[in-house]
């Protein structure tokens, strides 16, 4: 059975004047409390950390607990931020993680990007082919591709155009 409100109040009241059979039965409530709390917000391998971080943020702020005011507010801020705190941990591990996968090879990331577009260039009619990686590839201008490729600079438009549109149904269907 988890306490009352008041009983929680009571029980931190008395720790503060120095009952430590008092402040022991606070941080075993609370303890369940925050089990409780932490159920719904946090992975449930997690919640043993996050349990001792806000018993030992409790033990640290208990002097700042206003005995005229309802303890539950005040543990659930401490637990909230506790929470929090746990969030920015996660957030940066796997930020650094990714920065990691990120630094580790730079040429790759070039070599799969040419190897695949390539691959899409391949797929695609010779001339529409021709046409993207002169005008958009190189950057050629229309008139430039046109005399490159002996099609009219029209065609080179709508060889662009088709191009990249089936080069994008390819890239969809895979």
Known sequence: MIASEETFRQLMVRAQGGDKICYSSLLVECE???RRYFARKINPAAIDDLVQETLISVHRKRASYDPARPFL???AAIGRYRWIDSLRKIYRHEHDQLYEEMVADPQDGDVTAKVSLERLLGMIPPGQAAAISLVRIE???IIEAAARTGQSE???KVNIHRGLKKMSALIESE
């Open 32 to 34: 369940k409390w925050l």
């Open 73 to 75: 507010p005040w543990l």
């Open 139 to 141: 950057g050629l201008s």
């Open 154 to 156: 029209s065609l080179v």
